[in-house]
């Protein structure tokens, strides 16, 4: 083999390989023109806050270090991470402006959109265009649930950014993010939907987009966009251990944010639907022992007093299959298609009841404050009792699945004797120390008797198969 081949044969691989990756990165998205464009419209939010708020000044401890926070779902904002924490000084006012995050402006005169986390508890809030002008904000509303807030500057004439669709979403999408990552403004950074509708720990109202783009502290209220330019998303929060980005981030959809910001404009404040119902997921198991072929629905722990849930009929233990024609295939999803219901609307519900599909009607209320809510919840009480569990009624359909004639269902397993002893939520108790549990109220009662300090027996079906558990309550 001579020598000029072999130079051939290299200089024809040599191209290809420059042909392949000029192919490959024609393919990659150009963000620039839409950079140009909106940046205008992102503003950096600071704010004043004079002297500390009743209640503490919500610093961690001295010689706290912020990096051993638990692996939680954080919010990104100035005051979380930060030298603030070590060593504050007794006498430290916070009346210097802060910069905590970002905004867009949605309307020319003068509208902002960002988190409610990033203006929460100031005194005053600071706007900063990108021509570097600042200007004081009005706060017109907030709304803790989805951690949105509505601002007003006077102004006239500004750069607004254009609004998108974000129900039609899809993973895999470019997305990209404009904001002021510590203090950075107008940082870029871009990626893909990682997953849409997402429900996060303790954000019940919020079905969250899911991206890896990357996000960090100063990008909370900021847009997420679409190649066409078009805001789909407000960035909120991200998934981390140290309070810096780990490849997930989360953000509000912009659908559901303008639902909220047009009742901020009106009202100042945000009415959601409400059924009054605990629910939790339908497992594999609890499936089967309901007579489901997959896990779907919302089961129905709890009906609150007096709420559309009880005047419509509900009971506990009803699975809800579907919510004004739309299927509801994890627990989760049901609070985000009732709180974007107007108070008042009248839906109709598909639920599972003793292994039967049933419509049932129901007029949506108001969600009530969280203290509200609270005090219901207090006025109610627990059903929990010395086993530490809660139980349902039976159902008939299990009754003859399984021959058995009487017996409740465990919905709920706590720590304490029950967890103990082994007991599993689905678990039907039959019998309780030698007497016959036929309802729950038989079952109550009988509880309340219960010895303590020594072993009782527990009868149980688990899944068709009886069996016997000790059990002892401490004295």
């Known amino acids: 083999m001579n020598r000029g081949y072999l130079w051939r044969s290299l200089g024809v691989f040599v191209a290809l390989l420059l042909l392949a990756r000029a192919v ?56 979380r991470f930060g030298d603030q924490y070590r060593n504050p000084g007794p006498n430290s006012k916070r009346n210097a402006p802060k910069s905590l995050g970002s905004g867009f402006i949605i309307s020319d005169d003068g509208y902002i959109l960002t988190n409610n986390h ?22 017109i509303g907030a709304d803790p649930r989805s951690d949105l ?102 953000a509000i959809p912009i659908t559901m944010a303008m639902e909220v910001v047009d009742q901020l404009k009106d009202k100042g404040h945000v009415a959601r639907g409400w059924l009054g119902v605990y629910i939790q997921e339908v497992s594999k198991n609890l499936a089967e022992s309901f007579g489901l072929d997959k896990p779907s629905g919302a089961l129905v722990t709890r009906v609150t007093e007096n709420s559309p849930a009880e005047d419509a009929g509900l009971k506990e233990g009803d699975i809800i299959l579907r919510f004004n024609d739309q299927s509801v295939g994890f627990s989760s999803e049901l609070p985000h298609l009732v709180g974007r219901v107007a108070p008042g609307t009248e839906v109709k519900l598909n639920i599972l009841r003793d292994g039967h599909e049933e419509s049932v009607d129901l007029l949506v209320g108001e969600l009530p404050a969280q203290s509200e809510l ?32 009487g017996g409740v269902v465990v919905r709920k397993v706590l720590p304490g004797p029950g967890a103990d002893a082994g007991l599993l939520i689905g678990d039907v108790i039959t019998s309780l120390n030698g007497q016959d549990i036929e309802s729950v109220d038989s079952f109550e009662r009988v509880v309340k008797e219960l010895p303590k300090g020594k072993f009782i027996r527990m009868r149980i079906v688990r899944r068709g198969s009886s069996q016997y558990l000790p059990i002892k309550i401490e004295s």
Do not use: C
Request: no cysteine.
């Open 374 to 405: 609270a005090s219901r919840n207090k006025r109610q009480g627990s059903r929990e009792n010395s086993l530490a569990v809660e139980v349902m009624p039976l159902e008939d359909e299990r009754k003859a699945k399984w021959n058995i004639t």
């Open 149 to 250: 807030a509505l601002l007003k500057v006077d102004a006239e004439g500004l750069p607004t950014v254009k609004l998108g669709n974000s129900d039609k979403l899809k993973s895999g999408e470019w997305v990209l993010a404009i904001g002021s990552p510590f203090g950075f403004d107008h940082t870029v950074t871009a990626g893909i939907v990682s997953a849409t509708g997402r429900s996060l720990a303790n954000e019940n109202y919020v079905p969250f987009i899911q991206t890896d783009v990357a996000i960090n502290p100063g990008n909370s209220g900021g847009p997420l966009f679409n190649l066409d330019g078009e805001v789909v998303g407000i960035n909120s929060q991200i998934y981390t251990r140290s309070g810096g980005f780990m490849g997930l981030s989360f």
């Open 24 to 79: 490959q990165a024609s393919q990659l998205p150009d963000f620039t023109e839409l950079v140009e464009e909106a940046s205008p419209a992102i503003v950096n939010i600071s704010t004043v806050q004079n002297g500390s708020k009743k209640g503490g000044s919500g610093r961690l401890p001295e010689g706290y270090d912020p990096e051993q926070l638990p692996e939680i779902f954080k919010h990104f904002f100035g005051e």
């Open 118 to 139: 990033v203006v929460k508890d100031a005194d005053e809030i600071l706007v900063r265009l990108s021509d570097r002008s600042e200007m004081e904000a009005e706060l």
